[in-house]
Structures are given as structure tokens and as C-alpha cells.
T-cell receptor, first 112, second 113 residues
Framework: QQQVKQSPQSLIVQKGGIPIINCAYE??????FPWYQQFPGKGPALLIA?????SEKKEGRFTISFNKSAKQFSLHIMDSQPGDSATYFC???????????FGTGTRLKVLA | DVKVTQSSRYLVKRTGEKVFLECVQD?????MFWYRQDPGLGLRLIYF???????EKGDIPEGYSVSREKKERFSLILESASTNQTSMYLC????????????FGPGTRLLVL
């Protein structure tokens, strides 16, 4: 119930492609869904986040799509670049708690 | 600019040693967290602290303890290091409040021989 299932584990796309990373959850009490980006040797950094009252959020080339009824959310990277090569984590948290539940991560490689 | 620093980037210890990992944040955040990151398992919460001298167990607290004597500093202690504690350790902090972001440090890669 507390899990966030993330797929795929790894992804390779050509430059300009649109990689899509998916996450699914069971707990309907989750109400905040951030995505983190992590480069090798660095800590994760917040990329974009969404609440379940909206179905889509865009920030630059990054878009979160949220499907409340299916309990799924996904990250799309438009016009992907080699500099986007990193590990991406989705997460979920419950209002009033301090805890994030993280997905297992997706290693993305964008080929030049 | 937000800053979370960790005392060491790399650490090699022997089985049975006591290990201290230090984390300092300069943002006056109330909440601080320790995670471990392992391939295929993502980030798992070890302990968190929602205020000075306050702490709560996360999902995998066994073999670890923590200390928060000052608001800016949160220490993770491995009382008697074991090889299965070889991992990347990440510290994070956040302000109390709805939807507040967790900011992560660069991590400490610990190898226990």
C-alpha cells in the first residue's frame, strides 16, 4: 500500500526523442508527487512536482501527466538532450507527514 | 541558495567500527532525513527528525541511530558497521509545511570491509 512502482528500470533514447517514465501507487491518501533528477556523484534534485487536483503540469521540457482514477503518473521529457542523461525518481507523500515514498529509479541515457 | 553538505564523499571502514556521518544544512529547515540508496531499491528512509532533539524511525532503522542536537546538524551513527551497510547515504532537509521540497546533499559512499 505504501509502495510506488516505477518503470522502466532503464531507458535509452535518441537525442530529440520523448522518454516516458511511469509510476503507479495504491494509497489514495498520497497527495503530492515530486520527480527528482540525479546525476552521477550528486544528490537528487527536485525537477517538477504535481498535486492530484491537476492532470498535467509543464515546466520547460518536462511534463507530468497525472491520472487520478488509474493511480498513475508519468514524466515526459520533450526534445531530450544528452545532458538529460541521469537517474529519475518519482515519489509520493501524504499531507501532514514528512515522509516521501520513492520509486526505484529509472536510468535514462540520451544518445547524441 | 539552498545548501546541504555531508562531511565525507567517500568513506572506507572495517566491520565492527563505529561510523559517524554528518549532515549540515544552512536553510534553517526544521525537518532533516537520512536515506540510503541502493541499486534497484531506490531511496529508503532510515531516520528523520522533525525538530531539534526529535527523531523518528523510518523504514529501515535497524543498525542505525541518529543525533540532532542543533537545528542545522543531523548525524547518522552506525554503532557497529557491517558489510551489508555498504551503500550510498543521502541526507535531506525541508521546511515544515504542505508540499515543501526536500533538498538533498551530495551523498556519502560508504564501503564496509
Amino acid at each position: 500500500q505504501q509502495q510506488v512502482k516505477q518503470s522502466p528500470q532503464s531507458l535509452i533514447v535518441q537525442k530529440g526523442g520523448i522518454p516516458i517514465i511511469n509510476c503507479a501507487y495504491e494509497n489514495t491518501a498520497f497527495d503530492y508527487f515530486p520527480w527528482y533528477q540525479q546525476f552521477p556523484g550528486k544528490g537528487p534534485a527536485l525537477l517538477i512536482a504535481i498535486r492530484p487536483d491537476v492532470s498535467e503540469k509543464k515546466e520547460g521540457r518536462f511534463t507530468i501527466s497525472f491520472n487520478k482514477s488509474a493511480k498513475q503518473f508519468s514524466l515526459h521529457i520533450m526534445d531530450s538532450q544528452p545532458g538529460d542523461s541521469a537517474t529519475y525518481f518519482c515519489a509520493a507523500s501524504i499531507a501532514g507527514t514528512y515522509k516521501y515514498i520513492f520509486g526505484t529509479g529509472t536510468r535514462l541515457k540520451v544518445l547524441a | 541558495d539552498v545548501k546541504v553538505t555531508q562531511s565525507s564523499r567517500y568513506l572506507v571502514k572495517r566491520t565492527g567500527e563505529k561510523v559517524f556521518l554528518e549532515c549540515v544544512q544552512d536553510m534553517d529547515h526544521e525537518n532533516m532525513f537520512w536515506y540510503r540508496q541502493d541499486p534497484g531499491l531506490g531511496l529508503r528512509l532510515i531516520y528523520f527528525s522533525y525538530d531539534v532533539k526529535m527523531k523518528e524511525k523510518g523504514d529501515i532503522p535497524e543498525g542505525y541511530s541518529v543525533s540532532r542536537e542543533k537545528k542545522e546538524r543531523f548525524s547518522l551513527i552506525l554503532e557497529s558497521a557491517s558489510t551489508n551497510q555498504t551503500s550510498m547515504y543521502l541526507c535531506a532537509s525541508r521546511r515544515t509545511g504542505l508540499g515543501e521540497t526536500q533538498y538533498f546533499g551530495p551523498g556519502t559512499r560508504l564501503l564496509v570491509l
